[in-house]
């Protein structure tokens, strides 16, 4: 199974629900954190790095000997990463998405490809979890194939946990992508319904199953509740706006393992997640 947890903004506790999730399944479970401009679950997991990856992408560069300047790479890009002026061709590398376009259409076999630095990807474990990360180069602006090279180290014969960057674009698109289920963290106030419901929209291009984790749940308003009972969402689970959860948070230790009583609700919201999605395989198939 794989479950991307998610928010519609920053600072929800989506970190806490996905590094406490694994923890508190005591199986072989894979959690990758997927936040790659700010990747922080290792703060919380501590685990034992064993390999380092170097992660490249492809981008086109132009043998002038060869190129006739006719435009053609130019015209079928259409991020502007390559420009044809008089005499020269100019490549822009931070803007090219790889999609190999150019060199598909030069004739004479002028562009060629070289490569461009995204980020590192970490690996290891953390007791019963494989902890994988990735961490984009600064100054990088792509993450979303960073992302995907960090979702190749899924193994849908376990219990994967993308914890998914925050808010609602491409690289949020891109962890959410072919999961089982969206679990989305969000908090009762109105910054937290409203990029709740742009989640929400997000996750219904995929038609993916998704319930809800109301974190400092005793605080705000009940809007969020409402807007999730009249949207059909379940409610997974709440966390109260306690004094103690937060000094086990500041320490950077886990909640299920300083409070064990939080490691049933844990696994309870496991069951749920697991239930709703066997049944969305049914309704599937028939």
């Not at 984009?136 to 180290?153: H, N, T």
């Not at 320490?251 to 299920?256: R, T, V, W």
Request: aromatic fraction near 6%; proline fraction near 6%.
């Amino acid at each position: 199974m794989i479950i991307s947890i998610a928010s519609g903004k920053g600072g929800t506790g989506k970190t806490t629900i996905a590094t406490n999730l694994a923890f508190s399944l005591k199986t072989d479970t894979i959690l990758l954190d997927c936040d790659v401009e700010e990747p922080n679950a290792h703060l919380f997991l501590n685990p034992k790095f064993e390999k380092t990856e170097v992660v490249y992408t492809p981008v086109p560069k132009i043998d002038a000997q060869k190129c006739t300047l006719c435009g053609k790479c130019a015209e079928i890009c259409r991020f502007n990463s390559i420009a044809v002026l008089q005499g020269t061709v100019l490549t822009f590398p931070e803007l090219c998405h790889s999609c190999g376009g150019c060199v598909a259409v030069c004739s004479e076999k002028a562009v060629f490809e070289t490569k461009r630095e995204l980020g590192t990807i970490e690996t290891g474990y953390s007791e019963h979890i494989r902890f994988v990360h990735g961490r984009i180069r600064i100054g990088e602006a792509m993450a979303p194939p960073l992302i995907r090279r960090v979702k190749d180290y899924i193994d849908k014969t376990k219990i994967n946990i993308i914890d998914a960057p925050p808010g609602t674009s491409c690289p949020v698109i891109t962890a959410m992508k072919n999961t089982d289920f969206v679990l989305l963290v969000t908090e009762p106030t109105p910054f937290g319904l409203h990029d709740l419901i742009l989640a929400i929209e997000a996750v219904k291009i995929f038609n993916i199953p998704c319930g809800l984790v109301i974190n400092r749940s005793d605080m705000g308003d009940n809007r969020v509740k409402d807007y999730a009972k009249d949207s059909n969402i379940p409610i997974l689970m709440e966390i109260p706006f306690e004094r103690k959860i937060a000094e086990i948070y500041s320490k950077g230790e886990l909640i299920a393992s300083a409070m064990p009583e939080f490691k049933e609700k844990f696994l309870d919201l496991y069951r749920d997640i697991s239930e709703i999605v066997q049944r969305s395989k049914k309704g599937c198939e028939n």
